[in-house]
C-alpha cells in the first residue's frame, strides 16, 4: 500500500563537485539533515535538482543515494519528467525499481501537446509503473499550462494521484479540488501558505531546501492546528528567504543561501551561472540575518 504524501516535500538542489559531477557523500548528509530538520518529504531531480544536466549515471547515483539515505523515513519521489512518453516511462520504471515511493513528472517540454496527448502521456506512465504520479504544472518551464479542467481529465487516470501547481493563481488549489478533488490531491508548488488556506495537502518547496524546519512550521500550523494567524506571520517572517529563491534565482540562489550556511552546494550546472556578487553578497546578508548555519 502506497503511502500518503502530504506536507512540506523540499524538491533538492543537487550538490556537485568542482568537475560539476554529483556530490553524493554531501547529498547523502543534506538528505539526513533535511529529515532531521523536520521535512516531511523529498524530491530530487525535479527542476530545482537541474535534472536536465545531469549525465544518467549522474540521475541514477542521485535517486539511489536520496532514497537510500531516507530509508523509509519519509517519502521520497523522484523527479521523473521527458520530452518522450517512452523515455518518461523508462525512468518512471527505474525509479520504481530504486525503491521511490513515486513519481514527479513535469508535462512534455518542447512539443506543446494538445490537451488530448498529455492524457495518453500520463495515462502510459501510471499504467507502466505501480507507484503514485504527482503531475507537475509549472508553465513557465514547460511551455505548457494544465488548467483544473484537464488535471480533472487527468486525475480520472488510475495512479494520477497529486498535483503541483506552480502558477501564481491560488485559486486553481480551489478549482482542483472542486474538480478533481475526490481523485487527485493538490500541493502548492510556488504560493505555500496562500495554498494551504485554500485546502492544498502540501506544499513543494524551494525555500526548504535552505529551512526545512520553518517551512514545514507553517504547514502543520495552517493545515494541521488550523491556528492560521500563526501560520501567517511565520510564512511573513520567512518570506525574505521564500522570495530570494523565487523566480530565475531557485538554483543559483538556493546554493548560494547553502553555500553561506557552510554546505557544500558547488555551483549550479551549465548553461546556469552562480550568482553575480552583489547578489552573491545579499545572499550571505539573508544567511547572517535570519542566522541560517547548515550544522551537523
Known amino acids: 500500500m502506497s503511502k500518503k504524501f502530504r506536507g512540506v516535500y523540499t524538491v533538492m538542489i543537487t550538490p556537485v563537485d568542482a568537475d560539476g559531477r554529483a556530490n553524493l557523500a554531501a547529498l547523502a548528509d543534506f538528505t539526513n539533515w533535511q529529515i532531521e530538520q523536520g521535512i516531511h518529504g523529498l524530491i530530487p531531480l525535479g527542476s530545482t535538482g ?3 544536466s545531469l549525465s544518467e549515471e549522474d540521475w541514477d547515483a542521485v535517486a539511489r543515494t536520496v532514497i537510500d539515505t531516507a530509508a523509509g523515513r519519509v517519502p521520497v519521489l523522484i523527479g521523473t519528467g521527458a520530452e518522450d512518453t517512452r523515455e518518461a516511462v523508462r ?6 525499481a530504486f525503491g521511490a515511493d513515486g513519481v514527479m513528472i513535469i508535462p512534455p517540454f518542447y512539443s506543446t501537446p494538445t490537451d488530448d496527448e498529455l492524457v495518453q502521456h500520463y495515462k502510459t506512465i501510471a499504467e507502466a509503473i505501480s507507484i ?3 503531475v507537475y504544472n509549472n508553465p513557465a518551464t514547460s511551455n505548457v499550462d494544465m488548467k483544473p479542467e484537464l488535471l480533472a481529465r487527468i486525475a480520472e487516470i488510475k495512479g494520477c494521484d497529486y498535483v503541483k501547481e506552480s502558477t501564481l493563481e491560488v485559486f486553481r488549489i480551489r ?4 474538480l478533481a478533488g475526490k481523485n487527485m490531491t493538490p500541493f502548492g508548488g510556488i504560493m505555500g501558505f496562500e495554498s494551504f488556506v485554500m485546502g ?3 506544499w513543494v518547496a524551494v525555500a526548504s531546501n535552505v529551512a526545512p524546519g520553518p517551512m514545514a512550521r507553517i504547514f502543520e500550523l495552517a493545515a494541521d ?3 492560521y494567524d500563526e501560520a501567517k506571520a511565520l510564512y511573513l517572517e520567512w518570506l525574505p528567504i521564500i522570495n530570494a529563491v523565487g523566480g530565475q534565482a531557485y538554483v543559483a540562489g538556493s546554493k548560494s543561501l547553502l553555500t553561506h550556511m557552510g554546505f557544500a ?3 549550479p550546472l551549465p548553461p546556469r551561472l552562480p ?3 552583489e547578489k552573491d553578497a545579499e545572499m550571505k546578508a539573508l544567511v547572517e540575518r535570519f542566522n541560517l548555519r547548515y550544522a551537523r
Not at 478549482?175 to 472542486?178: E, H, L
Open 275 to 277: 550568482l553575480p556578487a
Open 175 to 178: 478549482d482542483i479540488i472542486r
Open 132 to 134: 503514485p504520479i504527482m
Open 50 to 52: 537541474e535534472f536536465l
Open 225 to 227: 492546528e488550523k491556528k
Open 265 to 267: 552546494a558547488g555551483n
Open 91 to 96: 525512468l518512471s520504471k527505474k525509479a520504481e
Open 200 to 202: 492544498a495537502e502540501g
